[in-house]
């Protein structure tokens, strides 16, 4: 057997843990983009976004409660 690194994406985070992430977050009714753009950015909880889409929150919304202080709220 012998070790791969996997490729990583823009953020730094393994491409297998953002395509991961990505389908979660489209399973969930997340828009492609959005979904692409959450999944490439470590900085956002998938378990929190998941949580509040589970509990009736708009997925847009649950993207602009848990964003980062220094992410600009009207990208989303």
């Known amino acids: 057997m012998s070790f791969r690194p996997?490729?990583?994406g823009?953020?730094?985070t393994p491409a297998a843990v953002e395509r991961w992430r990505r389908a979660q977050l489209?399973?969930?009714g997340f828009?492609?983009?959005l979904a692409r753009r959450l999944a490439?950015?470590?900085r956002w909880d998938l378990h929190r976004l998941l949580e509040l889409v589970d509990r009736g929150c708009p997925p847009a919304l649950a993207a602009r409660?848990?964003?980062p202080l220094e992410v600009?709220?009207?990208r989303w």
């Open 31 to 33: 828009d492609a983009q």
């Open 26 to 28: 489209l399973e969930a």
């Open 6 to 8: 996997t490729a990583a």
């Open 72 to 74: 600009d709220p009207q």
């Open 40 to 42: 490439e950015d470590g």
């Open 65 to 67: 409660i848990l964003a």
């Open 10 to 12: 823009r953020s730094g």
